[in-house]
């Protein structure tokens, strides 16, 4: 990850109250984010134990489904 260069916002005692960011920075700290997330769901799923099956497969009968719909 890269350097963050974050500007505070305090209130009248110097407590600070928020954060501003470059965008550059916020948009690098949301793909974090979303990977992080990505990897828990993952850890998540391994350790379930439940069926599964290829994602070719999964992609079918999602579109399947799709299709019985209309």
Known sequence: MHAINPQYITDNTG???SV???IKDFKAI???LEELEDIK???DAKKSNESSFP???AFK???A???SKK
Do not use: H
């Open 55 to 57: 994602i070719d497969d």
């Open 15 to 17: 407590k600070k109250i």
């Open 30 to 32: 949301m793909e974090e």
């Open 41 to 43: 769901l993952y850890d």
């Open 20 to 22: 501003v960011l470059p």
């Open 61 to 63: 009968m999602i579109e």
């Open 65 to 67: 489904k799709r299709k």
